[in-house]
């Protein structure tokens, strides 16, 4: 896993991930995030911020069509806005982001998965990139690079088992993690693609599926 990264973070930099002004804007972020692409939730966000409406006072004020109608871009905004809403009042409710984040790691993953909407993956976002824990962050693109790098023997692995296998292999760091995951995503997008570009890729000599398409490619 160290030379996964070592090698990502050489080719690509640092990723300066997750964009954002304030932890809360970052959760925020993350719940829009849901089924949609990045560029989505940015005209999302840019729409709250015009209205001030990115503290969970607000999001708790503002009306139900308003807040749906402002983050339209991000898709699904009835369930979104919905979310929102649960998360802002699990915020106040819980004394404030600096006040949940004394709370132990699993003990707030525990609470945020108790959130109606909330599933692993926002959860750890949150987590990592807004409480600044420890935590690694699983997605798609995770499951992929790791079944193409042959780590992993399916893309259908348990959430919890990838997560961890993940991190007993790299030094607990939040801020390595969060690099770590922010490079990957980078990794997917201009390499490991569903129909990868394999040529300039910087991890193809550790590649299982690279090796099968070179043998197939050597014997046609």
């Known amino acids: 896993m160290r030379e996964i990264f070592n090698r990502l973070l050489k080719c690509f930099g640092p990723q300066y991930w997750w964009p954002a002004d304030t932890e809360f804007e970052v959760c925020i972020g993350a719940i829009l995030t849901q089924n949609t692409a990045w560029s989505n939730v940015e005209k999302a966000i ?3 911020k015009k209205e001030n409406l990115l503290s969970p006072e607000a999001i708790i004020k ?16 009835n369930q979104k806005a919905e979310r929102l809403k649960a998360f802002s009042s699990f915020i106040l409710n819980g004394g404030g982001i600096e006040k949940l984040s004394r709370l132990s790691l699993y003990d707030l993953r525990e609470k945020l998965l108790s959130i109606k909407g909330i599933g692993k993956e926002t959860a750890d976002s949150m987590i990592l990139y807004a409480f600044k824990k420890p935590i690694f962050v699983v997605d798609a693109y995770t499951k992929r690079l790791l079944f193409r790098l042959g780590k992993i023997d399916s893309e259908k692995v348990d959430y919890d088992v990838l997560r961890e296998m993940v991190e007993v292999c790299l030094p607990s760091d939040a801020e390595l993690f969060g690099e770590f995951h922010a490079l990957i995503v980078r990794q997917c997008k201009e390499f490991c693609k569903k129909k990868p570009s394999c040529k300039d890729c910087s991890l193809k000599d550790m590649c299982v599926f690279y090796r099968k398409v070179a043998a197939e490619g050597s014997h046609r």
Not at 62 to 77: C, M, Q
């Open 46 to 48: 840019a729409n709250l």
């Open 62 to 77: 503002v009306s139900d069509g308003r807040l749906k109608e402002l983050i339209r871009p991000a898709g699904f905004y």
